[in-house]
């Protein structure tokens, strides 16, 4: 079944802890995208990628890293989480030319950080 | 900075009815894309229309259809013939040289 995976699902940690959120693509899609959605605000590009080893930021990258090594994996890093991570972390891939194409969205994470 | 701006934070319609749900959005590009998404209470974000700026002719999927307006940017989404699995946040979304910007949505109630 062609899908977007991502673990863990549900995140509670504590301010400092660095933790990775891992995104998962079987689809052979070029182009992924990590956003964050809170309430009164939509969604927000953090980062994106348009190919392995070629990533950039988008609208809110300060306090999360990307890698992207291989074509189907695309984690998100905290390095020091903070209480205003605390969010709905969505990945994205689609097939090739950006995010003007159709996304595939994964089924979300939720981070708390206390 | 192009900005997306949902004006209506809550809409409900009546089964089988028809709502419109409106979406402006700032820009100074002539090349974009428009999309609008939907949100289910599950929080799978799953892909309801999209639309090409360059193409005057409206996108219609089945029951929902937009009605794009460039010269005004409006981008408003049509769902006719209201269902209950219609219930869910929709998001505007527009797309131009990689920078996606979402609005902040549209929770929608279907009422039976």
């Known amino acids: 079944e062609a899908q977007v995976t991502q673990n863990p699902r549900y995140l509670i940690t504590v301010t400092g802890k660095k933790l990775t959120v891992t995104c998962s693509q079987n689809m052979n899609h070029e182009y992924m995208s990590w956003y964050r959605q809170d309430p009164g605000l939509g969604l927000r590009q953090i980062y994106y990628s348009m190919n392995v080893e070629v990533t950039d930021k988008g609208d809110v990258p300060e306090g999360y890293k990307v890698s992207r090594k291989e074509k189907r994996n695309f984690p998100l890093i905290l390095e020091s989480p903070s209480p205003n991570q605390t969010s709905l972390y969505f990945c994205a891939s689609s097939l090739w030319g950006g995010p003007q194409e159709t996304q595939y969205f994964g089924p979300g994470t939720r981070l708390l950080v206390l | 900075a192009q900005t997306v701006t949902q004006s209506q934070p809550e809409m409900s319609v009546q089964e089988a009815e028809t709502v419109t749900l409106s979406c402006t959005y700032d820009?100074?590009?002539?090349?974009?894309?428009l999309f609008w998404y939907k949100q289910p209470p599950s929080r799978q974000m799953i892909l309801v229309i999209r639309?090409?700026?360059?193409?005057?002719q409206n996108a219609t999927e089945n029951r929902f259809s937009v009605n794009f307006q460039k010269a005004a940017k409006s981008f408003s989404l049509k769902i006719s013939d209201s269902q209950l699995g219609d219930a869910a946040m929709y998001f505007c979304a527009y797309v131009s040289n990689n920078d996606m910007r979402f609005g902040a949505g549209t929770r929608l109630t279907v009422k039976p």
């Open positions: 820009t100074s590009e002539s090349d974009y894309y």
């Open positions: 639309q090409e700026a360059y193409k005057q």
